[in-house]
């Protein structure tokens, strides 16, 4: 079955700092993923998404994420930090749902915190 | 393009009373639909799915129920509120294709007093 782990339920970041968040995928077939972000309040937002292309995934907001096959990973990383940046952020693996249907699982999701 | 809306943004109801969401969603046809869960400090459940008209599939089993009056039309509804479906409500949308993503409405606070 497919699944996401979100390694970090919280990751606190100064501004202009690194940002890293972790997502591991379990699947049997070759996985669609996507990143989420949710600001308080609002609904999720995608970020960017990986479907089988370039494994270097470039999205919204100066985020980008790259697909590892042998780590089973799709890092989300951004060089520099903004504080509006704050959100949280999901990451989710595309799951066949019968027939010719799909549906995304979730994971946990990571609250991302950016200090000045 | 496409929209998705969702209504009420805030919901304030008393235990035991009725629920009824709505969303609808333009600009494209036959779409898949979703009603999602989003408690405090949790992720996202996914309460229901539809994939067409009249067509639903369940989740987990609960106090809600959903329907598929037409095409663009998805209602979360109850016919009596518990203290425990207090949260966030997200309705989605996605195209029938595994690769594509699903877009998601602006939600619905429900607190139950």
């Known amino acids: 079955a497919q699944s996401v782990t979100q390694l970090g339920s919280h990751v606190s970041v100064s501004e202009g700092a690194l940002v890293l968040l972790r997502c591991n995928y379990s699947?049997?077939?070759?996985?669609?993923l996507f990143w989420y972000v949710q600001y308080p309040n609002q609904g999720l937002q995608l970020l960017l998404k990986?479907?089988?292309?370039?494994?270097l995934v470039k999205g919204i907001n100066g985020f980008e994420a790259e697909f590892k096959k042998s780590e089973t990973s799709f890092h989300l990383t951004k060089p520099s930090a903004h504080m509006s940046d704050a959100a949280e952020y999901f990451c989710a693996v595309s799951v066949p749902s019968g027939g010719s249907n799909y549906k995304l699982t979730f994971g946990k999701g990571t609250l991302l915190t950016v200090n000045p | 393009s496409q929209t998705i809306h969702q209504w009420p943004a805030t919901l304030v109801q008393p235990v035991g009373s009725p629920l009824s969401l709505e969303c609808t969603v333009e600009g494209t046809s036959n779409p898949n639909l979703y009603w999602y869960r989003q408690a405090a400090g949790r992720g996202l459940q996914l309460l229901f799915y539809?994939?067409?008209?009249?067509?639903i599939s369940s989740e987990v089993p609960q106090n809600l129920s959903a329907s598929r009056p037409q095409d663009r039309q998805f209602i979360l509804s109850s016919k009596k509120l518990l203290l425990s479906d207090s949260g966030f409500y997200l309705c989605?949308?996605?195209?029938?294709?595994?690769?594509?993503?699903?877009?998601f409405g602006d939600g619905t606070r429900l607190s139950i007093l």
């Open positions: 539809s994939v067409g008209i009249g067509q």
């Open positions: 699947s049997s077939v070759p996985p669609y």
């Open positions: 990986y479907t089988s292309a370039a494994t």
């Open positions: 989605a949308w996605s195209v029938r294709i595994s690769n594509q993503p699903q877009h």
